[in-house]
């Protein structure tokens, strides 16, 4: 599966320090928009080069950003400009979206699909199913997130460990 990580996710995930591990997630290519990566802020920024530098992390290439599709998401919808490139690209190459935002998440759910888009917590929970991280540690981070200012809601201590999803 192709994954396309906006800037609030990748944020979150570098501030608890797993985005390097998200990128061992088995069958799953992690890809970023370039516009992303500017939101990223310096740090993040810093270790998303790092592992793309490392094969780890892809980044979009310019052929599959439609500017007219782009321009025309901008035009109509309030989200940043990251999600929507991001958007645009999850629908012409028909590959998954990971975003912490709630309006992105409802506008990609509509144009790709629900089942298609997910949160950085989706991410840490395929990290504790694929034996990457421990449930504590998985549930550590996302104390961690929400420390740092991470918009996420509300977990029981055991939700990493159990079948939900988020």
Do not use: W
Not at 71 to 84: K, N, Q, R, S, W
Request: proline content about 4%; charged content about 20%.
């Amino acid at each position: 599966m192709r994954l396309l990580i906006d800037a609030c996710a990748a944020i979150n995930l570098h501030n608890c320090g797993r985005l390097a591990i998200i990128c061992q997630l088995p069958n799953t290519e992690i890809a970023m928009s370039p516009i992303v990566v500017s939101e990223c802020g310096l740090a993040c920024a810093a270790e998303i080069m790092a592992l793309e530098a490392a094969g780890r992390i892809q980044f979009v290439p310019d052929d599959e950003i439609s500017p007219d599709r782009f321009l025309e998401l901008v035009t109509d919808h309030d989200i940043g400009d990251g999600e929507l490139e991001s958007i645009a690209v999850c629908e012409a190459t028909d590959c998954g979206f990971c975003t912490d935002d709630a309006a992105a998440r409802r506008l990609a759910s509509n144009l790709i699909g629900a089942p298609k888009v997910m949160g950085s917590l989706r991410l840490l929970k395929f990290a504790v199913e694929a034996s990457l991280l421990k449930c504590t540690e998985a549930f550590a981070d996302y104390n961690q997130m929400r420390f740092k200012g991470g918009f996420l809601p509300n977990l029981v201590n055991d939700f990493f460990c159990i079948g939900e999803s988020a």
